[in-house]
């Protein structure tokens, strides 16, 4: 049962363009989603979160949107850079206070010069 | 600045063997995981920590056991490898939940882990 899923495995976008990261979760009890950088050879980065009490969180050229109704999200990047290319993971968390996360299974996102 | 510290970075077991993936961190979190990582999935948690002495399973804990003596150290124990787990291990830490909201993970760089 994939409580969390990335139904895009890969995406490419033009340098310069807006990148769209999508990721669907079926838990009601998710309050806190995460998303996370990978490159290869390292571990995943933080890159942003989202409480459930918001709609929207924005960091830099990074944005998140959260629709709880349609149990969705997505990261925006604005612009998207060359450096940006890796494997993004979206993750979320109940309210158990331990920390848990269940992840989806990853977009791999490549910017084009 | 180290972080999250695992090693070895690769190794290479036989069937039967048993190894230990040691995981340290300097940044005081109280709480630490254990994830795996298949080819073109997800990270999926094997066991987490909250504290020193408190260990729990997560999702996938069979084939492997877990020690928390001190706040920094994390050891990954599998007692009797086999070429189901062959993946890549990840080790991350955090700090405690505040105002009801859970603190992003801090990962180390992962073992490359084969059983042939």
């Keep these: ?113 | 600045n180290a972080g999250v510290t695992q090693t070895p970075k690769f190794r290479i077991l036989k069937i039967g063997q048993s190894m230990t993936l040691q995981c340290t961190q300097d940044m005081n979190h109280n709480y630490m995981y254990w994830y795996r990582q298949d080819p073109g999935m997800g990270l999926k948690l094997i066991y987490y920590s909250v504290g020193a002495g408190i260990t729990d399973k997560g999702e996938v804990p069979n084939g492997y056991n877990v020690s928390r003596s001190t706040t920094e150290d994390f050891p990954l124990r599998l007692e009797l490898a086999a070429p189901s787990q062959t993946s890549v291990y990840f080790c991350a830490s955090s700090r405690i939940s505040t105002g009801g909201l859970n603190q992003p993970q801090h990962f180390g760089d992962g073992t490359r882990l084969s059983i042939l």
């Excluded at chain 1, 009490?53 to 925006?76: P, W, Y």
């Design chain 1, 1 to 113: 049962d994939q409580q969390v899923k990335q139904n895009s495995p890969s995406l490419s976008v033009q340098e310069g363009r807006i990148s769209i990261l999508n990721c669907d979760y079926t838990n009601s009890m998710f309050d806190y989603f995460l998303w996370y950088k990978k490159y290869p050879a390292e571990g995943p980065t933080f890159l942003i979160s989202i409480s459930s009490i918001k709609d929207k969180n924005e960091d830099g050229r990074f944005t998140v949107f959260l629709n709880k109704s349609a149990k969705h999200l997505s990261l925006h990047i604005v612009p998207s850079q060359p450096g940006d290319s890796a494997v993004y993971f979206c993750a979320a968390s109940g309210s158990s206070n331990t920390g848990k996360l269940i992840f989806g299974q990853g977009t791999t996102l490549q910017v084009k010069p």
